[in-house]
């Protein structure tokens, strides 16, 4: 069975930084797109950023500029380096992997637990 397990979030100040990363195990044949997602109270879960097997990122203009994702395909590990960091990008962060785990089976999405950041004004 396939995990995704994060690590990262905390407590920071507003205009401080956060690393967050993302390890998949388990059987795993290959990883599509992998991203981050967050979830602030009241609201719908959000992509923050994307990226392709191929290294091709997407963000949201709300972290434009402000956020890095990047991944390490050895590892089945994504990143997500969070720069200038508001208030408004309190939330809980979700780690997202296009998985196949058999040579002729499909991709399908597998989602970590969750960790918290919380950004202090």
């Known amino acids: 069975q396939v995990q995704l397990v994060e690590s990262g979030g905390g407590l920071v100040q507003a205009g401080g930084s956060l690393r967050l990363s993302c390890a998949a195990s388990g059987i795993i044949i290959s990883i599509n797109a992998m991203g981050w997602y967050r979830q602030a109270p009241g609201n719908q879960r959000e992509l923050v950023a994307a990226?392709?097997?191929?290294?091709?990122?997407n963000y949201a203009d709300s972290v434009k500029g402000r956020f890095t994702i990047s991944r390490d395909n050895a590892k089945n590990s994504v990143y997500l380096q969070m720069n200038s960091l508001k208030p408004e990008d309190t939330a809980v962060y979700y780690c997202?992997?296009?998985?196949?785990?058999?040579?002729?089976?499909?991709?399908?999405?597998?989602w970590g637990q969750g960790t918290q950041v919380t950004v202090s004004s």
């Open positions: 997202n992997a296009e998985v196949k785990t058999s040579p002729l089976g499909r991709y399908y999405p597998k």
């Open positions: 990226i392709t097997s191929g290294g091709i990122t």
